[in-house]
Nanobody, 128 residues
């Protein structure tokens, strides 16, 4: 059974930083393409960032480009989302997701339908 467990959320002031972590178990992590999505109240779930299983392809939503960084540690079966210069509009529940092989091509990393496994989410609240 594949499990994804996020951590690192919290409440911060605008301009602050947070680092989210997602630990994966039950699957060979190095074969998983990993993504971060978020959902604000009364809004649809949206793509934030993704990293291919090889680490060779990375994609960001335009709204976070230059502020957020996604990375992975295959040794720790963990994917990270470093979030800097946080804004109030970043407030949402952040979800970690995994796309097992055969993974989506690089141009489709943003597509929520490619992700089969999801974590329970971690709340990020940014106050202005």
């Amino acid at each position: 059974q594949v499990q994804l467990v996020e951590s690192g959320g919290g409440t911060v002031q605008a301009g602050a930083s947070l680092r989210l972590s997602c630990v994966v178990s039950g699957h060979t992590f190095s074969r998983l393409t990993m993504g971060w999505f978020r959902q604000a109240p009364a809004k649809e779930r949206e793509f934030v960032a993704a990293i291919s299983w090889s680490g060779g392809a990375i994609k960001y939503a335009d709204s976070v480009k230059g502020r957020f960084t996604i990375s992975r540690s295959n040794m720790k079966s963990t994917v990270y989302l470093e979030m800097n210069s946080l804004k109030s509009e970043d407030t949402a529940v952040y979800y970690c997701a995994a796309d097992p092989p055969p993974s989506a091509i690089a141009t489709a990393l943003h597509n929520v339908r490619n992700y089969e496994y999801w974590g329970q989410g971690t709340q990020v609240t940014v106050s202005s």
